[in-house]
Structures are given as structure tokens and as C-alpha cells.
């Protein structure tokens, strides 16, 4: 390097330290995932200085052992791509576990994690993490869902023509954007999904961060935290099999078929044998509305009457492993449609959501219910080819629920 040059770079750098900025050491991802590692150091503080970044619209701190927990906290503060501000520190939620059976714990790679927060497109980072003592190789995930050659083009798909559930508590299938609407890059799934024998309860979640998004901007929120569970965690797939935004749009989650028992990636110890449905957004903070407890209510409904199963009801289940609440091998009671908190340590709905539960259960219930009879007929008249049909139908349900 000539004189020149390097009085130029070092003038550079020092500007850019005057400024608070550093540039960033990142690994380049052509998959939309940028990472940049935290230095190591103190075992309770780590930080990474403000510096620019490539684009990103969603951001979460990853860690080498899998098997390890952030027992701490983690905080970050992003520069807006827009209007170049900063924004205040945010916290990232950190109960965060891989699951405890499947493709998405033994796959080369995996990683613990905090949830990822939606950020909105933003270019700058700054990172602080504390705890008691810091897992090793942190390294902070910057996520660009718009990456890529191509873009994207979302729409609510209408759903197919599906058999009848079993028994009685059928309800109607919802519409459901499909993982082509929203943009799944079905490249980075590289095995086939697992299934389990049924699905037996529902597991409500919220994805966390923000509630401060266009419900334009939601495909690439799921796109964000398709990339994040796949690119970042290390996991097979997005962990959970439904997700609904604020305005009600329901979302396909985990490929496999929506109305299969494919074994999920949402509940630690309790995975099998569930199914799941996370709102986009953060409900500690913020009340849910009637479009998103309507929307939940349909996938629960619609999900666990394939099996025949009212949604009022309760399950026992075995935990499949110790997650902090339960211990390997414990049975606990579960009503079908529970918060994630019900079998985990965690905050997780939200306190709002996790209040609107029995709501949400009458509402599944009420949507399982047969078509009220015309009013021209007497109420409890039935022909003799309806009459016949019910009594089949109690004898379906007797059967499903019996199993």
C-alpha cells in the first residue's frame, strides 16, 4: 500500500470510529442471512460497537452448543434504513430451546437461539448481551427475506376441496397462504418432514418482537422467521405449522400437508403429537383484536376435528423431555388449545393472548358446530335418511375419540 493510500484508509477508519460506526465482519450468505460474530472476552458482557450493515429487516443472536441456554439478557439497537435513526434498545426474548426429537435437534449445525425480532429494513447494528455466564461463539443474525433474485408476490390461496373430519366436529378448512404465496425457498429443506401418529392438542404462541408492522409487510415477516429457524438455528424448517398475522391472514408453517400430523418445532417437550399456530407480534405489550382470536379459533377448529376432537376439551400428554416445567417421562393435562407457557417456562403468548384462550375455545367450538336447520322446519324433526346419518355419525365419533 502507498503512503497515500494508507494515510486515506487510516483517515477512514478513524472517521468511522469517531462516528461509532466500525464495519462489519460478517459471513456473506446468498440465502438472506448475514452474520456477524460478537467478540469474545468477559464471560457475563459481550457487546458489538454500532457499525453498517448489509440490509436486513429481522435480527436474532445465535450461539455454538445447541444444548446451551442464554441465561441473561440480550438487547440490540438497529439504524432504519429510511430515515437513518436509531432506534431505542429492544430486548430478545431467550427461551429459546432446540427440540427435544427429530431432524430439527441431530441435523450438522444447529444452534441455540434467541427469538428473532422484526426490525423493518434497516443497514446499522448494535448488540449487548449479559448473563451469568455467556454461551460461546455468539454471533448476531441479520436477516434480509427480500433477498434474492427474484421477488416476491404473495395471495391468499382458496382452500381445496377436502374430505369431511371425523366425526361430527368438523369444521371449515380456512384459507391458508401457502408456502409458494409467501415465498418459501423449499431449497434450503433439505429432508422430507416427520410425521407422528396424530395431533391431539394445539399449541398457541406469538412470534415476539414488534406489533408495529403493515399486515402488507407479513409474508416477508414469515419469510424472515423461515430464514431465521432454517439458516440460523440450523433446523430442518420454520418451527411452527400455522402462523396468523394481526388482520387475521393464516399462513402454512412447516411443510409436510396442514391437515398431516407432521411433527413440529414449537414446543420443547412437547412437540409430538401437537400442532401449533403463532401470531405475529408481541401480546405481553399489546391486546390481540377479534380478526386474529377469529383466525386462531379456525385453525384450531379445522385441525383437531380432522381427529374428531372438541376443542373445549382436555388431553393428557407425556413430556418428552425436562424443559424447566416438566420433568422426561411426566404426564400433565392440557386443554386442547393451550398457550406455550401451559408446557414450557415462558412468557410466551403474551399475557393478552394467553388471556383470550377460553375465547378462543368457544369460538373453535362454536365453528365445529353443524349449520343451524332451516327455520321453515320444526326444531329436532328429522327425515328418516337424516335420522340415519346422525346415528352413524355418533357411533364415527365413539370411535375417534376413544382411540
Known sequence: MTPRLLRTAVATALALGALGLTQPARAASSDGVHTVRVPDGDPHERSLAPRTTEPFSLIGVTWDDPEAALDGTAQVRTRSRESGAWSAWRPLETDVRTPEAGLDRDRAGVRGSTQPLWTGPSDGVQVRVSGSRLPAGLRVELVDPEAGPDAVHTEAVEPDVVGPAAGSLSAERPVVTSRSAWGADESLVKDPPTYTGDTKAMFVH???????????????????????HVQSNGWNDIGYHFLVDKCG?????????????VLGAHAYGFNTATSSVSVLGDYSTAATNAAVRESVAKVAAWKLGLYGIDPTGTVVLTSGADNGKYKLGQKATFHRISGHRDGYPTECPGQHLYDDLPEIRTLAANAGKPAAEPASQPPGLLDEDEDEDEGENDDADAGVLGR
Do not use: M, Q, W
Open 249 to 261: 391472514t393464516v399462513f402454512e408453517g412447516r411443510a409436510g400437508g396442514i391437515d398431516k400430523p
Open 206 to 228: 406469538h412470534t415476539a418482537g414488534t406489533n408495529d408492522y403493515a399486515c402488507s409487510e407479513s409474508a416477508s415477516i414469515v419469510r424472515g422467521v423461515f430464514l431465521y
